[in-house]
């Protein structure tokens, strides 16, 4: 005797017949949706939806989304599907503008998200932290990045690139030179830049690139198996969450940098010592605000105080070392742009006697073209992703978003629109001449994103990266070598922007300072 029937087979059916419904529906519940409102969309897989390529690791997420901005091209917007979930995809720079500035207050958030319970060190970070929390952490956080204060990190930044410096000389890299790895060189010596500018650390990559530091910051950005599903979900499905309770920094990183953290914390309270620094100012929001009970949500103590020193720590590090790495990749490739920019580093280090100084870094207006024309073809984070608070009615259409439509702008499409930049893959730093940006549309280059959920560390990146370009280019010449890759092939893995197989160019020590 069966449970339902007189036969098993019969009670299998009828047990499967609702399973089966239910996934039917789950599977169709938004069929047709964006068609169904007049925009435009592309073929899907009933189970991956438009994002399958991503999910099976085949393409990186920043070239995924460029392709499906070049698939609706004239167009002002498209939607695409993640599963059979609905997301939105603006690509017009009106647009664009409307979501980042005039209508902040309706994409006030990111649609990337930590577990609030489970990973505090994700989910406090200044990088994914939701409204309103976000706006006073960013109100108190700014302060750390005043000229005056800037200028203060340079001069320890200054420390760091002597030991850049030293570094390359002990490669004896005179004659023919030798073939470097960038990537890693550059992540070396960001990270040596952060934790000294921001936590009165010496970590010492560039003279042991095994050291825990660098170990965290390898494994935060690798690209595991375990690592890349966390992303994912992460950054596009953070529904699933609270089902797989994913680490934004990984789990041993994540153990690693709260340890470290409250060690310094703990240790300038009690020497009383004062830096000027990232972790003085922690301290400070601590002792103002550690007991708020108006602070819903959120606690200056705890994991929460800890995840904005290793929110700074990963966004320093890894955004610098990217664009500093590029650069060097693209001077090798055009010995001309080199040349350019040795002579213009030459003449001002003339000019100053030799030393290399805050307003030399950050006023060379070659040298800010050459970095802004790399973060055009290789922004470090190639999208921005913001989610709708309410229903919003898309300017100059009648579509409507419902309240919580995921919104990404595929900035990596924009930077590569020879609309906006004529033979896109060719690296020109004219292209950011004061006259070329001036005939540009607004909102078709935005690498530290825009509006008020920009990056505000921005300017604390671009003085690494400058100054490490400065560093290196004074003093060697950069050329492809066997491993150099050409074209570009980038990691199909990567959530950032990272090279398939490594960065490697040949350095050779310059005989004369003309190079």
Known sequence: MALLTASWAVDGILLLMPFTAFLYYLLTRNYKYWAKRGVMEIPRTPLLGNFGDCMLGRTSPSEHLHGLYNKSKGLPYMGFYIFNKPYFLARDPDLVKHILVKDFHVFADRHVTADEIHDRLGYANPFLIKNPEWKMLRTKLTTIFTTGKLKKMFDLMLLIAKDLEQHLNALNLEGNGKAIELKDLSANFTTDMIASTSFGLSVKSLENPKAPFREAGREIFGYSLRRSLEFMIIFFLPEYIKYTRPKFLGRNASEFLRNVFWDVINERIKSKQKRNDLIDLLIELREKHGNDKDMKGFDFNGDDLVAQAS???????????????????????????????????????EESGGKITYEMVMTLPYLDMVISETLRKYPPLGFLDRVTCQDYKVPNSDLVLEKGTPVYIPMMGIHHDPEYYPDPDKYDPLRFTEENKRKRPNMTYFPFGDGPHNCFGSRLGLMQSKLGVVQVIKDYEVTPCDKTTVPMVLDPRGLTTTAQGGLYVKFRKLTTAAG
């Open 311 to 349: 929110g700074f720590f990963v966004g320093g590090f890894e955004t610098s070392s990217s664009t500093m790495s590029f650069t060097l990749y693209e001077l090798a490739l055009h010995p001309e742009i080199q040349k350019t920019l040795r002579n213009e580093i030459h003449e001002a280090l």
